[in-house]
C-alpha cells in the first residue's frame, strides 16, 4: 500500500499528492535505515483510536516484519493500547520503542513545515475514504 518501499497499486484511491508524500516517507526512511511499513505498523498497532488493524502482506519477509513489528509492541509490557502509543509514539522527542534510525526518520516525517506531509496535511488531501470511487464505479 501506500505506505511501503514498493507504493500501491496504480488503482489506490488516495491523491496524488498524497501517492507522492508517501513516496518520499519511504525513501526518507529508507536513506535513514528505517522500514517506513514498520513505522505504520508500530504506529497502527499502538494507537488507542484505531480499534482493529488490517495490514496487507504479498511474502513470507512481510509477514515476518509485521510479526516482529506486533511482538516490539507487546514485548515492552504494553497491555493497553494508549499507554503503548505513548511509548512507542510520545508527543516528546523521547521515542521509547523505535531504534535511533527509525528516531530520526520519524522525526523528518513528522515536521509539518518542512517534511513529506506537510502539503498534504496543509490541503487536507491525505483523506481518502474510496466513496468516490465506490460511488464511479456503481454509476457506470
Known amino acids: 500500500g501506500l505506505l511501503t518501499h514498493s507504493g500501491p ?6 491523491s496524488k499528492d498524497l501517492k507522492a508524500a508517501c513516496r518520499t516517507a519511504s ?10 511499513s514498520s513505522l505504520a ?14 495490514i ?5 519477509a512481510e509477514v515476518d516484519r509485521a510479526v516482529e513489528d506486533a ?9 493497553g493500547a494508549q499507554q503503548a502509543a505513548e511509548k512507542v509514539f510520545p508527543p516528546s522527542s523521547d521515542v521509547a520503542l523505535l ?3 527509525e528516531k530520526c526518520a520519524l522525526e523528518l516525517l513528522r515536521d509539518k513545515a518542512k517534511g513529506p506531509f506537510a502539503r ?8 481518502w475514504d474510496g466513496l468516490a470511487v465506490a ?6
Open 135 to 140: 460511488e464511479e464505479f456503481w454509476e457506470s
Open 120 to 127: 498534504v496535511w496543509s490541503s487536507g488531501t491525505f483523506q
Open 71 to 79: 511482538i516490539r509492541i507487546v514485548s515492552n509490557g504494553n497491555n
Open 56 to 60: 496487507g502482506m504479498k511474502d513470507i
Open 99 to 101: 531504534t535511533e534510525k
Open 27 to 36: 525513501e526518507i526512511c529508507g536513506e535513514r535505515g528505517a522500514n517506513v
Open 41 to 54: 505498523t508500530l504506529f497502527a498497532l499502538a494507537e488507542g483510536r484505531v480499534a482493529c488493524t488490517l
Open 9 to 14: 497499486p496504480y488503482w489506490h484511491p488516495a
